[in-house]
């Protein structure tokens, strides 16, 4: 299915030679990726823009899960939680080689507890009807020790075991970007969007820069998205006229940090979930990738950040509550990599004289005066959801033409194929069928790193050449952040794979390509995923 490799400088000339697009995307994460996909799917041309790399906001940063978000319906939102469980669904179906259900389990530690999760539960599964992933079942406390060898055993009395989803998020965005091209769209990374162009006061089109050759291009499109997540009130800046006042942000941020540990801390099959830790917030230890991620937090921020760092009093929350749930607890020096995402919380608001609708609670589609539509909010497992709103609103706005929804429902995205679950350390099977082009690569038996506890390779020779040729990969960090998730997973491992990635992408990737740079930016950043606060 894999067309060949992908040439930037033959999408950057075929940009040049396009005289107008349908939709120019602004933003390369979940929603900007799902999207591209969708609007290519219908027929439309697309051109979609990241700034830096697919998936290097929130998106590579999420806690993985596909869920139809339990608390929603402790809140009654039924419509939410029903729209959630059918994207689920969907994703499990069209990436299985980068999603798989994943049992929970929540431990009881008072008597009320089973039973009252348990009901709740009971209708989640009700409301998936025959898209659920596996019954709820009520378990002994014998029986809970079973299934979490290293859940605290003290005053244990039961729990409930039911069912959702787990994927490898920046892949995830990578396959939907690159499946989006195989259906024409041009998706280019490390092309950040400088200005809005505007004629007869609507936004047509974009300025930007190919942040590798320095080179500016102007592209003029029908209908221009923001879909730059916490970074929308930037984009929306550039749409003011000069003298018009700044409007006020849309987006709160709210940080979650991440911990990784080995998955010795978090033996078996099973997910922890604690659904009210001790100052109400949930607790999750997830294995994913070899690995156990133990999170997150929700701590407001006043500024958005590329590289968000963790506070001390979030990392302490973590390991604290984690030592009251877990018999071996983690320590500060088993930290692995600590990773931190921000949410685009969304402020209600209605901005005068633009057309603002909030389409569900999770997300918000507002299309200002000018034309520029703004997406932000929801969760990674709605991102398909959220892109037939947005076409439908611009469809009734007049932005685009009529095309039928529901095209990207079973819609198989590259390599799609099944595979082993997700849980298991990263290696071919999260390539699914395009792994025959990757074995096919030099260095497909050159192992560069391995799995420390279970001893499987995770890192080769071929995989670094095959995200340079297939994957649009430009820098050591493209490859060991988001291709392999080697960062995420063991921040000290990743940085002493630098040099080996950087010299053979320096094959690669050409004389424009400088090994060093990449290599001592990405050593900068592994210091600070390794290093706690
Ligand atoms: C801690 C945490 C845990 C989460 N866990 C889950 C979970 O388990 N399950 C779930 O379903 N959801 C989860 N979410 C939510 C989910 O991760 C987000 O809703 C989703 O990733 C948002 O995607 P996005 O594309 O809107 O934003 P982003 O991923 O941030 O993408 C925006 C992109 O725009 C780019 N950009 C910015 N400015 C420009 C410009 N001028 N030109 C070009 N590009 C630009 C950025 O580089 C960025 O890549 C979690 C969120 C957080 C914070």
Redesign the pocket.
Known sequence: MNGGPLERVALWARLEAAAEHDLAI?????????LALDAAARGFSVAL???????????????????GGVRYLAQGDIGLVRE?LHERASVLANAPHLANRLPFVMPSYRWWESGFYGMGLKAYDLLAGARSLGDTQFLSASQTRELLPNVMPTGLSGGVKYWDG?FD?ARL?LALALTAAARGALVLNH????ALTREAGQVRGVT?RDALSGTEHRVRARCVVN?????VD??RD?DREADAPRRPPMVAP?????LVVDRSFWPGEHALLVPKTQDGRVLFAVPWLGKTIL????TPRDTVQ?EPRALPAEVQFILGEAARYLARAPQRADVRSVW?????LVKPQAEDGADTKALSRE?TVLIGRSGLVT?????????RAMAEDVLTRCMAKGLLPPRPAGVTDRLPLLGAAPGRSIMAPPGEHLYGSEASTLQALPGATRWLSHDAESGQPVLSEAMVRFAARHELAASVEDVLARRCRLLFLDAAEAARQADAVGAILAEELGPGFDAAASVASFRQLAAQYGELP
């Open positions: 602004v933003g390369g994460g979940a929603t900007g990726c799902g823009f990241e700034a830096d790399d697919f998936a290097k906001g929130t998106s590579s940063r999420a806690t993985k899960l596909l869920h959630a787990q998020d965005a092309a950040p969007v400088t930007v879909a730059t997540g916490i970074w930037a984009l550039m709210s940080q979650g940090v991440h999170g997150t937090t929700d590329h931190v995402g921000m949410r685009p997300h997406v932000t909010g929801g969760k990674w497992t709605t991102y």
